[in-house]
């Protein structure tokens, strides 16, 4: 069974940065994309960013190009979302899923808050 363990969110000023975690463990296909989603109050759950673990190919949504960096540790099983020059609007628990797609989802970490400060 495919666990995704999530860490590093928390409170960070605007402006801030922080580091999530999502280490992957269990049987996993290299083919798979890993993806990290957010889900602010009272929103829907929305694409913040995907790496394919293959390749290392990246892909993002618009709102965070440029400020939100993904990668991954193959050896340690682990992905990351660096997030920087955060603003109150990022606010938001996080999520990483794992699948044969963004659109495939099987796995889901147990998120993370995150919240941005004003």
């Known amino acids: 069974q495919v666990q995704l363990v999530e860490s590093g969110g928390g409170l960070v000023q605007n402006g801030g940065s922080l580091r999530l975690s999502c280490a992957a463990s269990?049987?996993?296909?290299?083919?798979?994309?890993m993806g990290w989603f957010r889900q602010a109050p009272g929103k829907e759950r929305e694409f913040v960013g995907s790496?394919?673990?293959?390749?290392?190919?990246?892909y993002y949504a618009d709102f965070v190009k440029g400020r939100f960096t993904i990668s991954r540790d193959n050896a340690k099983n682990t992905v990351y979302l660096q997030m920087n020059s955060l603003k109150p609007e990022d606010t938001a628990v996080y999520y990483c899923?794992?699948?044969?797609?963004?659109?495939?989802?099987?796995?889901w970490g147990q998120g993370t808050q995150v919240t941005v400060s004003s």
């Open positions: 269990g049987p996993t296909s290299s083919s798979y994309v």
């Open positions: 899923g794992l699948g044969p797609g963004i659109t495939r989802i099987e796995y």
């Open positions: 790496i394919r673990w293959s390749v290392g190919s990246t």
